[in-house]
């Protein structure tokens, strides 16, 4: 398998603009899970899906930030209008039935 | 609620010598206790976890981790570093394994000395 499938990996956008994060979790995973790493704050979930269903979102920081699972082998997450804080690098995570979860390479964002 | 606090946001060692890195952690109900390894410019890749049974946990690269409940702690060791070994590493936990989200800890860089 080629495992968690991040895209893009690097994204350098301007304030204001509409970012879209893109993963394809490995193919039977039921589970997938968003990520932050910021030096500031660490690695943080931000939300995450079973069986394409939203289960928590508490981690979201704002109303600016969405995600969604439209099947099983696709999610997005949205950042829009993007702001210079919101740089980071951004994890997807997918897990099968309450395994170990597989991270991907991570999506760097830089917001200017 | 979840919490987990990595002693020492740098630790170095010599290579050949003992690695301990240091994790606490804070759960309101029995945890489950990862720790997973980042090389620059990678994802994270999961070394070992406790769930249950067993305190003492192998796990990958020759390291191991040992759950003491009456510590609150879940300490990570290998004998004998080695130059590749270093990284950043980082402890979590969660209430319900891979089928709930992870809290992590600061996590902790390994610097191996020649």
């Known amino acids: 398998d080629a495992g968690v499938i991040q895209s893009p990996r690097h994204e350098v956008t301007e304030m204001g603009q509409e970012v879209t994060l893109r993963c394809k979790p490995i193919s039977g995973h039921d589970y997938l899970f968003w990520y932050r790493q910021t030096m500031m704050r660490g690695l943080e979930l931000l939300i995450y899906?079973?069986?394409?269903?939203?289960?928590?979102d508490s981690g979201m920081p704002e109303d600016r930030f969405s995600a969604k699972m439209p099947n099983a082998s696709f999610s997005t997450l949205k950042i829009q209008p993007s702001e210079p804080r919101d740089s980071a690098v951004y994890f997807c995570?997918?897990?099968?039935?309450?395994?170990?979860?597989?991270f991907g390479p991570g999506t760097r964002l830089t917001v200017l | 609620a979840q919490s987990v606090t990595q002693l020492g946001s740098h630790v170095s060692v010599s290579e050949g010598a003992l690695v301990l890195l240091r994790c606490n952690y804070s759960s309101s109900v029995p945890p489950y206790l990862f720790w997973y390894v980042q090389y620059p410019n990678q994802g994270l890749q999961l070394l070992l976890k406790y769930t249950t049974g067993a305190t003492l946990v192998k796990g990958i690269n020759g390291f191991e981790a040992e759950f003491k409940k009456s510590e609150t702690s879940f300490h990570l060791t290998k004998p004998s570093a080695h130059m590749s070994d270093a990284a950043e590493y980082f402890c979590a936990v969660s209430a319900g394994g891979g089928a709930d989200g992870l809290t992590f800890g600061k996590g902790t860089h390994l610097i191996i000395q020649p």
């Open positions: 995570a997918s897990s099968w039935l309450g395994n170990e979860q597989f």
């Open positions: 899906f079973n069986n394409n269903v939203p289960i928590d």
